[in-house]
């Protein structure tokens, strides 16, 4: 017998179909499954996707808002002075505590996968520590993927090499890098070209905040693209961030897209966190700060779009909700294009799993079953209401539901259901 059958759901691509779940796996999928299960679900035509993937994520300093004080400016600078005061305060006990709420957070929007950077510039590496115990002891419902990010400098903190090499000796997946934050742009190149050696030489993925400025100078991304070649590792790099491209010159980037295309270097965007942060030095015109995805989903570089911060020193709103990122995308990207709307979807799911190298991820049999049925009926309809997170499913078994939002009306004593969702028209 199956473990879980769940009933007429429409996946992102249109399609109708019953999905039977065995042994934590997808058994079958297909238009009906006449079958036996222990446990079955009638999603009543809503939408199924396999579940939201967060590409960039701080686990370390998320949750901490108001610890031990707020970012009244709301600048990324004085985020930056405060996660330094926090620092010295931070507990394993409460990194953990703090990890383990976001997490549940996240699992009840469906998030079942995160790649949080964690800050190895702390003699301790306390939050080293803690989130590889949140990383197993979150396992079965999350796939958690940690960077090992040198916040204050690979270079720039004298002590930041020897510790990032321990955080990668306890268990770090990732590896991570800040070059723009170092002294001088030579530094920042040559913390790319030790970094990207580490990465060779350990056998490990690459991800680097790159150029999250807004200075059109800024332009390590050609580095890593370069080091990414040289080393072989196309596929396996990733670059966060890529704000600065947002104002570099267009003949710059007609040449540099082509080169980062061929490195397989793949671009991770946070938008919530970049239209924030980006063009504060502007008066107007402001500068938007989102690197260009329009540009590269039109050649092909592979996009994910990560939340980036909740509740944190460097951003105080938030509820991890990776359906927000996207829509906030789809705004200041100007992907309002049905396709580029859908390209957004998928660059908080599937784009995002090659990324982040997930194994079984998707909804064919075969993949781990995990999924979640949303309360749209499809992808664009899932990003214009930020629905209800009906069923989330990991491995097979259902972990998390929430109600149907539907609003109740009395008008002149004429009584109306509403609930937002309008199928005919999408
Ligand atoms: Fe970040």
Not at 127 to 151: S, T
Not at 188 to 209: F, K, P, T, Y
């Amino acid at each position: 017998m199956l473990d879980l059958i769940l009933r007429d759901a429409v996946t992102p691509d249109g399609a109708r179909v019953d999905i039977a779940c065995k042994d934590g796996r997808i058994a079958e999928i297909a238009a009906k499954i006449d079958a036996e299960a222990g446990e079955v679900i009638e999603a009543g035509g809503y939408l199924v996707t396999p579940p939201f993937v967060d590409s960039h994520f701080h686990m370390d300093a998320t949750l901490s808002f108001g610890l031990p004080r707020v970012n009244e400016s709301g600048t990324l600078l004085e985020g930056i002075a405060l996660w330094g005061e926090l620092k010295p305060q931070l507990t394993i006990e409460a990194l953990k505590e703090r990890a383990h709420e976001l997490c549940r957070w996240a699992i009840a929007k469906g998030t079942l996968a995160i790649r949080s950077h964690v800050d190895i510039c702390d003699k301790r590496l306390l939050a080293v520590d803690a989130l590889i115990e949140v990383r197993k002891e979150i396992k079965p419902y999350i796939n958690l993927q940690l960077v090992a990010f040198p916040q204050d400098g690979y270079l720039r903190d004298p002590n930041a090499a020897e510790q990032l090499s321990r955080a990668l000796d306890k268990g770090v997946d990732v590896v991570g890098g800040i070059p723009h934050f170092e002294r001088t742009m030579e530094e920042g190149a040559q913390s790319v070209r030790a970094l990207m050696a580490i990465a060779g030489e350990r056998g490990l993925l690459v991800d680097m905040h790159c150029d999250e400025t807004d200075d059109p100078n800024s332009r390590h991304i050609e580095t890593l693209n370069a080091e990414t070649v040289r080393h072989g590792m196309q596929g396996r790099v990733a670059g966060s961030h890529l704000t600065s491209m947002h104002s570099m010159d267009n003949y710059y980037v007609s040449k540099l897209l082509p080169l980062m295309k061929k490195a397989g270097v793949a671009a991770i965007a946070n938008p919530l966190i970049n239209i924030t942060i980006q063009g504060r030095h502007d008066t107007y015109p402001k500068r938007r700060g989102l690197t260009r995805i329009k540009e590269m989903l039109g050649m092909g570089i592979p996009l994910a779009l990560g939340h980036d911060c909740v509740m944190d020193p460097w951003y105080s709103l938030g509820s991890h909700d990776m359906l927000e990122v996207a829509h906030m995308a789809v705004h200041v990207g100007q992907m309002t294009g049905m396709d580029e709307m859908r390209a957004m979807f998928d660059a908080v799911t599937t784009g995002a799993a090659a990324i982040l190298h997930l194994d079984g991820y998707g909804l064919d049999a075969g993949c781990q079953a995990d999924f979640l049925v949303l309360q749209a009926h499809s992808p664009v309809e899932a990003i214009r209401l930020r629905p209800a997170r009906l069923y989330v499913i990991r491995r097979g078994k259902l972990i998390a539901t929430t109600p149907p939002v539907a609003s109740q009306l009395d008008l002149d004593g004429k009584q109306h259901s509403v609930d937002f969702t309008r199928t005919a028209r999408q």
